[in-house]
């Protein structure tokens, strides 16, 4: 159980380093150029949904959905918590300086990122058929196909 949560703990660290690092970017790059800032941003949650998408098409070719889909929902709201609460801290803001507007458009980019790329990673291994279900049923098929057949002794 505690490998659960230093699990989690670790991914929502790595998604806020990820955060902290476009925040750097666009704090030391860009001063006071808001076109670079949103677009430094639309970046950095699509990394966040391409680290999700890469996680869950991993965990779900050894696992379970049911086992791993609620460690990466905690780990995504817990980087998400990161994100908007301290990490405008990071830029020398607090989290509703630029409004409650910019506050949770931020928190609708970050759930709507991390949903699309769990997703597609799980899809992708669905697809391909690598999934921890289709590996299963596949295994299944071939127990009870290749099963000598039973003599009947009379």
Do not use: C, H
Request: a positive charge; charged letters at 15%; aromatic letters at 12%.
């Amino acid at each position: 159980m505690k490998q659960r949560w230093v699990s989690i703990a670790v991914l929502a660290a790595a998604l806020f380093a990820i955060n902290v690092v476009a925040r750097l970017v666009t704090r030391l790059g860009f001063p006071d150029n808001e076109t670079a800032e949103n677009r430094v941003s639309i970046v950095m949650f699509a990394v966040i949904g391409l680290v999700l998408a890469v996680i869950a098409f991993r965990r779900a070719q050894r696992v379970p959905v049911g086992t791993w889909l609620p460690e990466l929902v905690a780990a995504a709201v817990g980087g998400m918590l990161l994100t908007v609460l301290v990490g405008p801290f990071v830029s020398g803001d607090y989290p509703f300086s630029g409004g409650a507007g910019n506050f949770f458009s931020q928190i609708w980019l970050y759930g709507g990122f991390a949903i699309v790329g769990t997703l597609l990673g799980y899809w992708t291994a669905t697809a391909l058929g690598r999934d921890y279900r289709s590996k299963s049923l596949k295994a299944f098929t071939i127990a009870k196909t290749t099963k000598p057949r039973r003599v009947v002794r009379r």
